[in-house]
């Protein structure tokens, strides 16, 4: 049986986070005196437990503040977890096939298959837009979070302090740091285009016993490899993944740091405001949001919700998941939730398993974080981004092929999905469905009263600057295979 003492804490629970950094690494040459420094690292990294008590202290903080009639206190807490990229393992000389293709090519190499804006230069070689930290090798991440700037800045203080960063004597250096924050005040838990987001996310077998109504439970070989359901991509029937022993409760992470445009979101939803009797401009903008996304910003699903936000069950555990798209009507009409809505794309519930097509392995457990400024009045005035912000999309799961590239691939940028719609075609993930020359992309569906219509979007609301694929391995096998 899984011990989930042996399983990073990011993985399974979630490193609680009011701040959060991403330090991405490469590996300095004295590749020894590195493995040295890692084991010093180990006894700091924080594993499942660890978070499940962090969690218990921050609710049991929250309950005596509730009871006393004050607010919330800040939980002084801090985390530290480490992944390594493919090109981190040929550094470290670990030469074992990880049973992951597109680990084993990288995220760079990979990004023509999720089709990342960018163009072929002259070897005929594709190259995506993105910056250019992220056109190197990374070898790794240290993922660093805590309550605060000042609690993370320490914690990376003591993590630069292991491996002697910037110091003549280094063993690592940073190739970038990806500072991230959850938004302010009432802002809390949303995206920057103003969404409820990590609402939905699977329960693992015996990890999380208690699922929330609609909340599917998923095997734990499709987050862990080497556990139960852990098989190969695309195999039917399935078949087991051969992986190397210290691969077992390790998870691979997808990272990818993805820009987001939120003036010109606004500008779009007010251009565009669905227009039916009883709304206002502003009510119809917010319905066409909330059909772009499949939520309304509160978090309620549309699916059950479709013409009116409800903000007590979007953030009510027991409504808010619980829903299907098979309303008696809905397998075939979308005039509850389009086909193409986001969670609709990226999590299709009936639309396949009511097929007979199992999504078990394509689930992903979600783990990002905002970075970047609130919108200034100037931005949301003259509609135009001028500071970066944006979503780190973090998503753990045992096979990256299965998981995230295969939801970015072959549903939010495949127009033909959901399949068996016919006559309609449901269209580009309004959100992250986009293509590598930016031509146009058009949903149907948003118009509630006109279900066939077709919605021309502008090329890119989310723009993909950098990413890789990291595998973050069990404490066990970081003491075994990783440090010395
Ligand atoms: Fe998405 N958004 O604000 O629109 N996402 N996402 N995502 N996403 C979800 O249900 C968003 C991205 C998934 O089980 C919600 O927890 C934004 C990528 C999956 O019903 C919102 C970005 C991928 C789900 C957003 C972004 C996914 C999901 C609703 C980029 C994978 C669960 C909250 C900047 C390739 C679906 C919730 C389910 C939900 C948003 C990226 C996947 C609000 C802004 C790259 C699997």
Redesign the pocket.
Known sequence: PLDIANVQGDILAGLPKKVQHYLLFQIDDDVQAFRQRLKLLIPLITTTPQVQDDRAKIAAAKKAATEQGKPAPLVKLSGINISFSHSGLVKLGITDDLGDAAFAKGQFADSATLADPGSTDANGNFVPNWIPAFKNPIHGVVLVSGDSELTVTATQAIVNGIFNIGAHNATMHEVLTIKGQVRPKDEKGH????????????AVKDFDTKPNPGQETVRQGVILCGRENDIVAGSNPPVPVVRPAWALDGSFL?L?Y?F?LVPEFNTFLKDNAIKASGLTPEQGSELLGAR????WKS?A?IDLFPLQDNPTAGVDAQQN?KFRYDFPDDPHTQDRCPFAA???K??P?ADLEDLGISTENR??I?R?VQFGPEVTPDEAKSGKTKLGR??I?A?YQSNIVNG?QF??QSW?NNTGFPIQKNPIVPGFDP??GQQSNLAPRTLSGTDPNNQGANLSLPTEW?VPKGGEYFFAPSIPALKSKFAL
Not at 292 to 295: F, P, Q, T, Y
């Open positions: 995206e920057h285009f103003g969404f409820l987001d990590g609402i939905s996310q699977p997808a990818r993805l987001q772009l996304v499949g939520r978090g699903p998941n986001h969670t609709r990226t999590n519930r689930r992903i979600r990002g944006g979503l999309f998503a995230f939801i970015q939010a959100i992250i989310v």
